[in-house]
């Protein structure tokens, strides 16, 4: 899955031939599963028109500040599309085009977009060598990555104007990898390692019978989805569960019982940075497991239970430089309940789901958290889903562990 899907990308383009490009480069974006809003400078419809850009993103195409619709003139408001965007990207840009964003001037719409944005902008230079080479360039393209903007550097080969050399637009597909790979390597757990657990343990009882749990996994799943999107590479021990993921950052260990899940938590958890237990383990398991499925003879039938390695106190025991965090789930006391968890088992911070929420716990699909650390200040959050209550839990740890 690429780090643009369901992102904004905002696309100013520019009066360069190296526009006609870009109808591949919106198809890409839209590929990729962005979206894609075009912002062209007046001179720049010489080169490609709106109606193709238009078509291609699904999405209006703006490039000045007011336009007639019907009778009524509608402003193209530059801030609003400016905050819309997650992303910024400027392919191609000209010479002109770098001067005037890296002297603050602004009278075109693309311009003023540029100067009222808050996101990464990213641009891709396009002009004859000459220009690429004028000091007066040089400067514009030092300016702005002095300002934070990301240069997608010029590629040699034949130009426009017949010469050889610098200051071809770096294609399409070479601009989506260049502003992929930077995303990625600007992630906040880029190189962390995390390890959650997630789903049901099922204890058995003889060949064909368990003691389960009616945990579907979700939350865990959300979690490791979310802790992937974040950059890191994660390590999911699931219980028994029907949740699928696909991230090439999630390696999935499926287990069964309190004691697999137990051992595949001890064999990862030294190399991680980061461990979040979601599974709902079986707090109990019978002390025999009968080697044949058990006959229904007797009147009544006790099965004698003893406890399973509460896997979380276990890991907050041994733990040392890793950011250990529980879930608890509460019916009453909720707080005190949590706090005495978070304590007991040794956790830098425990995520409180209360039964008495609506919508909270097991089997829904949304989730209402509390979120106390070690410090034991609470973070109430309101009911949500559980992918963006995973993303609220991520965001939490990623705050206390940079
Ligand atoms: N947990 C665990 N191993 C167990 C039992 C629980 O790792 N054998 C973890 C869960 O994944 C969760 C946390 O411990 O992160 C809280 O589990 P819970 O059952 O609510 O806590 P307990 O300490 O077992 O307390 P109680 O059941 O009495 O509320």
């Known amino acids: 899955m690429s780090v643009l899907k369901e992102k904004k990308i905002l696309l100013g383009i520019t009066a360069g031939i190296a526009a006609y490009k870009t109808a591949s480069l919106v198809r890409l974006f839209i590929k990729l599963g962005a979206e894609v809003k075009v912002i062209m400078t007046p001179a720049s419809k010489d080169f490609i028109t709106p109606l193709t850009l238009s078509t291609l993103s699904k999405n209006p195409v703006h490039s000045t500040f007011y336009k007639k619709e019907a009778e009524n003139e509608m402003w193209n408001n530059h801030v609003d599309l400016g905050l819309w965007a997650d992303y910024m990207v400027i392919a191609p840009a000209t010479a002109n085009t770098l001067s005037k964003m890296a002297n603050g001037t602004c009278d075109n719409l693309l311009l003023a977009t540029y100067l009222s ?35 997608i550097p010029a590629t040699s080969g034949e130009l426009a104007s017949g010469l050889v050399g610098e200051g071809r637009m770096a294609e399409p597909q070479d601009i989506v990898s260049f502003i992929e790979n930077d995303i ?14 997630a789903g049901p343990t099922y204890e058995a009882i003889d060949p064909v019978r368990f003691i389960g749990n009616h945990s579907s996994g979700k939350m865990g799943f959300a979690i490791a989805n979310a802790a992937a999107n974040l950059g890191a590479e994660v390590y999911l021990i699931s219980g028994p569960s029907n949740q699928q993921i696909k991230h090439s950052l999630v390696h999935r260990i499926d287990v069964v019982s309190a004691e697999e899940m137990y051992t595949a938590a001890h064999t990862y958890f030294k190399d991680v940075d980061i461990a979040v237990l979601s599974a709902a383990v079986a707090d109990y398991k019978p002390q025999n497991i009968a080697s044949q499925k058990i006959k229904k003879t007797a009147a009544s039938l006790d099965i004698l239970l003893t406890p399973t390695k509460d896997i979380l106190a276990s890991l907050g025991k041994i733990k040392k430089h890793q950011f250990l965090v529980g879930f608890a789930l509460e019916t009453n006391n909720e ?49 949500k889903s559980k992918e963006e209550v995973a993303v609220d839990i991520m965001n939490e740890i990623v705050k206390r562990i940079s």
Do not use: W
Request: hydrophobic share 35%; with cysteine; proline share 5%.
């Open 117 to 151: 944005s808050k996101c990464p902008v990213y641009f891709a230079p396009a002009m004859d060598l000459d220009m690429y080479l004028h000091p007066s360039t040089k400067e514009s393209l030092e300016k702005l990555q002095n300002f934070g903007n990301n240069l």
């Open 184 to 197: 990625l390597s600007k992630l906040p757990l880029k190189g962390k390692k995390v390890l959650i657990t």
């Open 335 to 383: 707080l005190e309940n949590a706090k005495g968890k978070l304590k007991r088992k040794n956790l830098d911070a425990i995520v409180l789901n209360s039964l008495q929420d609506k919508g909270a716990g097991f089997a829904t699909d949304t989730n209402k958290i509390t979120i106390i650390d070690k410090e034991l200040n609470e973070k109430p959050f309101d009911l």
